[in-house]
């Protein structure tokens, strides 16, 4: 019994050792980061990059949020996460009901070509998408960009929640419909709430990749008042480039935001995705 307990012993502490070694390695760059941001591009250059600041510059916060305009990029992120997540959620689910649960020949046709979409990349469609948009008039506005945002997001969307909305007993759908129930109706109250943990892991995606995506709203926008902020964060690797305390800066204000949306929403991240795998 003795042995036994030593070896569980040992082989916890390996696990939390390991378990340290990787949060260190997560840890440590971001903390580098902040630490870097603090720095004069001078002190950047001649100093040890892996030293602390010998003096706290903290100008490079107020003056890069306002070279940068991160106001309006950040707004603009918002806009274009918020509506991006909230319509890819929506329309993806009820397709996904349709090919599901309402029968129709046209539903092997129509399936199919979403799950093309997954396969494509965002580079083979980046010039034919450009000049539909811009042949259409919606270049260099706000629709141009949500458009293709939620095009890109539907097929993985459609295809996770068909695959989920399966799962569902056919039985409760046609109880509902006997009841006089619309599809309209069982789609708001029996599968939406039942789907819930795969609407999270999709927002979860989605969120994540529209804050931070920059190919397609750097090619489909000109305006500085319609950019987001990852383009925001580009330009300080641009023509401002010899600046690395602002470089710096700008990183940081662009990674803040993902790490207050993980603490505020952890909980529910986690349990959406555990839930939503054990579901699938």
Not at 3 to 20: H, R, T
Not at 171 to 176: K, R
Request: charge should be positive.
């Amino acid at each position: 019994m003795a042995d036994i307990k030593n070896k569980n012993y040992a082989a916890s502490a390996f696990i939390y050792l390991l378990m340290g070694v990787f949060i260190v390695l997560a840890i440590y760059p971001l903390f580098w980061l902040l630490m870097q941001s603090f720095k004069t591009t001078e002190e950047y250059i001649l100093s040890s990059k892996l030293a602390l600041p010998k003096r706290w510059f903290f100008d490079n916060y107020p003056q890069t949020w306002v070279r940068g305009n991160f106001a309006q990029l950040i707004f603009n992120s918002f806009i274009y996460t918020v509506v991006t997540t909230g319509a890819v959620i929506m329309l993806g689910f009820m397709l996904g009901f349709a090919f599901a649960k309402i029968p129709s020949k046209l539903t092997p046709v129509l399936f199919g070509s979403f799950i093309i979409g997954i396969l494509l990349t965002l580079q083979s469609i980046l010039i034919p998408l450009f000049l539909m948009i811009r042949s259409v008039g919606l270049y260099n506005t706000r629709l141009g960009v949500l458009i293709p945002y939620i095009g890109v997001g539907l097929p993985m969307c459609v295809y996770l929640s068909t695959e989920f909305i399966k799962s569902i007993p056919t039985a409760l759908i046609e109880s509902a419909r006997i009841d006089g129930a619309k599809y309209l109706r069982i789609f708001w109250s029996i599968v939406l709430p039942m789907a819930a943990p795969v609407a999270v892991t999709v927002a979860i995606l989605q969120i994540t990749g529209t804050w931070n995506e920059f190919m397609l709203i750097n090619v489909l926008v000109s305006s500085d008042a319609l950019k987001s902020l990852p383009v925001g964060i580009n330009r300080f690797s641009g023509a401002m480039s010899i600046d690395y305390g602002k470089q710096f800066t700008a990183l940081v204000i662009g990674v803040i935001p993902m790490i207050i949306f993980y603490l505020a929403f952890r909980k529910q991240i986690t349990h959406g995705v555990s839930a939503g795998a054990v579901k699938g």
